[in-house]
Nanobody
Framework: QVQLVESGGGLVQPGGSLRLSCAAS????????ITWFRQAPGKEREGVLCISSSDTSRYYGDSVKGRFTISRENAKNTVYLQMNNLELDDTAVYYC???????????????????WGQGTQVTVSS
């Protein structure tokens, strides 16, 4: 079965850290870029950070720069999103999505992604 599965979400206090995982099954991630999206209540889904098949990272917007990083471990067919110094506004459902090879200069249309995960909830609250 071809799928992406996110994990690692949870409840964390402001300033805390979480590491999300995006694990692929049924296909090899090494030929895909992975973009992390998030969707906060009442807001549109937004792209956050992407890693290409060649390990190049691209941030979409400035809100997470200096706090979030992305990495991949092809041997485990998994991409990670390390989130540090979490803020209240980071509360959202986080999704990963796969697109062949590259990260777009801007956000690629969500319809163009080949695979999506089901999402994992991140709640930042004191």
């Amino acid at each position: 079965q071809v799928q992406l599965v996110e994990s690692g979400g949870g409840l964390v206090q402001p300033g805390g850290s979480l590491r999300l995982s995006c694990a692929a099954s049924g296909f090899s991630l090494d030929r895909y870029s992975i973009t992390w999206f998030r969707q906060a209540p009442g807001k549109e889904r937004e792209g956050v950070l992407c890693i290409s098949s060649s390990d190049t990272s691209r941030y979409y917007g400035d809100s997470v720069k200096g706090r979030f990083t992305i990495s991949r471990e092809n041997a485990k067919n998994t991409v990670y999103l390390q989130m540090n110094n979490l803020e209240l506004d980071d509360t959202a459902v986080y999704y990963c999505a796969a697109y062949p090879i590259i990260c777009g200069l801007g956000i690629i249309s969500m319809n163009e992604f080949d695979y999506w995960g089901q999402g994992t909830q991140v709640t930042v609250s004191s």
